[in-house]
């Protein structure tokens, strides 16, 4: 546990093996597969980012995000899996580290669109206390051909670089041209851990089979308040805001 926290300081990011157990795996699946087919429950809460003129002549998502879908979804709400990664959240950052979003990220097979180079930071209000931890949870195997994440070891300072909006409502995404990153396969049911200042990306799927991921957001209470205050609860479209 000392060497992950320590790596997490040191590098923003973080493998965690074996967060879940294969029954636990099984159960998020069956949620996950029954939320993305549920386009009516999710419509408000989904969107692609690819962008809306990604989505090819079959109507088929490339990136599918679904925000808040324990919102939407008791059997998720009340998951094991918050109670894990709260556990860990408290631990790398802190006891006063809660819950501030989830979302589902899933990259269908053959879909071959990548997430571009961006730093969870970009897409904060400004706020006073950075920390924030992000576990982005495997639910399949994921190696570099399906799309599974790669991280570069961030600075000491919290920078932000200069990021845009991909075209009609896509990600956000900035330039990253070094020789630093590295693919992090893992096994479904594990997990990475980043923070709002480490670049991360991944490539398109281009295999038959799912990558699914689940990602839960924590940052501190009276960080999560004072967005709230602000009308920041995750629900809603992307704005790049400084
Ligand atoms: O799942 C992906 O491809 C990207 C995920 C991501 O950018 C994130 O979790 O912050």
């Known amino acids: 546990m000392q060497t992950t926290i320590h790596q997490f300081r040191e590098?923003?990011?973080v493998k965690i093996d074996s967060l879940l157990t294969k029954t636990e795996v099984d159960e998020l699946r069956q949620i996950y597969d029954a939320l993305l087919a549920d386009k009516l429950a999710t419509q408000n809460l989904r969107s692609d980012l690819a962008g809306d003129n990604a989505t090819n002549?079959?109507?088929?998502?490339?990136?599918?995000?679904?925000?808040?879908?324990?919102?939407v979804n008791q059997e998720l709400h009340q998951h094991l899996v918050y109670q894990k990664t709260i556990q860990w959240a408290q631990d790398l950052l802190g006891p006063d580290m809660a819950l501030d979003f989830d979302m589902l990220?899933?990259?269908?097979?053959?879909?071959?669109?990548?997430?571009?180079?961006?730093?969870?930071?970009?897409?904060w209000i400004n706020m006073p206390d950075k920390r924030a931890v992000s576990f982005w949870i495997a639910l399949d195997d994921v190696f570099p051909e399906n799309g599974c994440m790669w991280f570069v070891p961030r600075a000491k300072e919290d920078t932000v670089y200069h990021h845009?909006?991909?075209?009609?409502?896509?990600?956000?995404?900035?330039?990253y041209k070094g020789d630093q990153s590295q693919a992090i396969s893992m096994?479904?049911?594990s997990c990475?851990?980043?923070?709002?200042?480490?670049?991360?990306?991944?490539?398109?799927?281009?295999?038959?089979?799912?990558?699914?991921?689940l990602i839960l957001n924590y940052r501190p209470t009276s960080m999560i308040a004072y967005e709230r205050q602000q009308g920041v609860d995750h629900t809603g479209q992307r704005k790049f805001k400084k």
């Not at 845009?164 to 956000?172: C, I, K, R, T």
């Open 192 to 213: 990475t851990a980043h923070d709002g200042f480490t670049l991360h990306y991944s490539r398109g799927n281009e295999t038959n089979g799912s990558r699914r991921a």
């Open 187 to 189: 096994k479904a049911g």
């Open 11 to 13: 590098k923003g990011f």
């Open 57 to 71: 002549d079959s109507g088929v998502e490339r990136i599918t995000q679904i925000m808040r879908p324990s919102s």
């Open 164 to 175: 845009q909006n991909l075209p009609n409502g896509g990600a956000l995404y900035c330039e």
């Open 105 to 123: 990220i899933n990259k269908a097979p053959f879909t071959k669109t990548e997430t571009p180079w961006h730093q969870d930071a970009a897409y």
